[in-house]
């Protein structure tokens, strides 16, 4: 598929989105985990699109939401999945907690007591049963950017796991709660497997524990948060796969019910490049500056994480490779797409592409500086389909009022 031509039919900024990959990513995990009873539940929040749920869903996944507002989302691309879906996040209000019981999802992650008490609250009200997990939060230090790691006590994340069994015991006298699964999320950009494995050696223990309780749980979730590597994206991603779930699967030895998983990053992120093109190569003194028409309101990771995305021309000039800065036009010195990068010549009107931008790219994407959000493309076997519409300035303006 030539970018050139998908730049000049659809405009820049321009996210592109190969569904081969993302389907050929889902197999990975449904193949490395054949040998149990298991559910992938996609991160919805990573890439929300609704093509992009559809096209999983149509392939069993499930889905790990973290607000009402993407359980609408699944509700939307395919609402037949509605029954696979799990509900993490630390705040949930009781209008979402009521619509999720209405549409039967599978299970709620639950992060607090309170929100426990708020549920079978609710639940009672709506008299539907609600399915809960208790996130617990295993106190597992994972080697990320410190505003994804959210596995140790310090995080606001989950239920101290010296609490969870209390907590089930006295859940088991509420007949609108049903203790259907434990899980566990501890971070995203993971790059070893033994974070995980120590995570779910910790959850399969109080599961053991829970047993001698008289409580059988179905599910455990071991979350998402398995990572890529943004600098060489010809990394051997089936091994990675194999290994993260050998880590799992052996502390989980003994348990017989359902594994969930909920990746995000790892299916979608480098099944996404943002193609963008130069506006203008302008020197200060001895910086060069190439200032792309996509900015931080378009990819917020590099100024959000310090984050590395590979950039490459679409159409590789002959000539010296230069070091520049790759910048977008928004009035914030920290909107960058790289520093002191080498790149080959570019001249103003050159497409430049963005690699590994499908995870967090598009799902972060502002209007800052009024600037209206990019359109994305979903690239399905030789033809490319628009799946989400450039913004228009009515769409911007129609909320508000003089
Ligand atoms: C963000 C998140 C995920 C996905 O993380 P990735 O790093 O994209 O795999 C999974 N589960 C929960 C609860 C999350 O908050």
Redesign the pocket.
Known sequence: MSLESLAVRFGTPLYVDSADHILERLGLFQRALSGREHLICY?V??NPALAILKLLAERGAGF?I?SGGELERVLAAAPEAVDRVVF?GVGKTAEEIDRALAAGILEFNVESEAELELLATRAKKLKRRARFALRVNPDVFAETHPYISTGLHEHKFGIDIRQARRIYREAGGNRWLEAHGISV?IG??IRAADPFGAAAARVSQLVAQLRQDGIALQSIDV????GIDYHDGRFDAASIVREYVGAIESALAGFEGRLLL?????LVAQAGALVTRVLNVKRNGRKTFVITDAAMNDLIRPALYQAYHEIVPVRPRAGKSRVVDVVGPVCETGDFFARDRRLAPVRPGDLLVLLDAG?YGMAQASNYNSRPRAAEVLVVGAKARLIRRRETMEDLLATERV
């Open positions: 991160a929040k990573a790990d973290v993490s999320h995203s950009q979350g998402g948060g398995l909920e990746p995000g990053r790892f995870a």
